[in-house]
């Protein structure tokens, strides 16, 4: 899921408030501050992470058909041109996993709701977002396999972030 909670009280919960609002500086912090033990961290997803994610969709079943991920995520994802399932609830800001249609392989909001900070930088000055914007369509540049830069110090209602786990 999405992150959830707060910065200081971070989570990873279905059905609850996504957390944005926040500059990546913040949103980084709010993921490390998940799991930190000896033996498990978590950080914010690396642009990378996000990639190889992608790249498994498009070889499971959920994408035989490609283009669910390249070109067109509406079918899967909360945005303002969502189609069939993914149409119910859509269009505006939602809880995390708030539509079973908004899944691939049981990976929550990876199209559209709201952007994913990651770690992933370009140019140097900017950090990358992934995953579109329910605002957008998903037939256009916000689908889930693309990124756009944004500056780091800009907090936004329309970013949050996603953690990983090593």
Do not use: H
Request: with cysteine; glycine share 8%.
């Amino acid at each position: 899921y999405e992150l959830t909670g707060t910065v200081s009280k971070p989570t990873i919960k279905k059905k609850q408030a996504v957390l944005t609002g926040q500059n990546w500086y913040n949103l980084k912090k709010a993921c490390t501050n998940i799991v930190s033990t000896t033996y498990a961290q978590s950080t914010m997803i690396y642009g990378n992470q996000w990639d190889e994610v992608m790249s498994w969709l498009k070889t499971t079943e959920f994408a035989s058909d490609p283009s669910k991920v390249d070109s067109d995520s509406s079918s899967w994802g909360n945005y303002s041109d969502s189609t069939g399932a993914a149409a119910t609830n859509s269009g505006s800001k939602q809880t995390s996993g708030k539509n079973e249609a908004w899944k691939a392989n049981n990976i929550y909001d990876l199209a559209g709701n709201v952007y994913d900070w990651t770690l992933e930088a370009n140019p140097t000055v900017a950090r990358v977002r992934r995953g579109g914007y329910y605002v957008y369509t998903g037939s256009s540049f916000t689908r889930a396999s693309d990124r756009n830069n944004y500056s780091p110090i800009n907090s936004n209602l329309s970013v949050g972030s996603r953690l990983t786990l090593y």
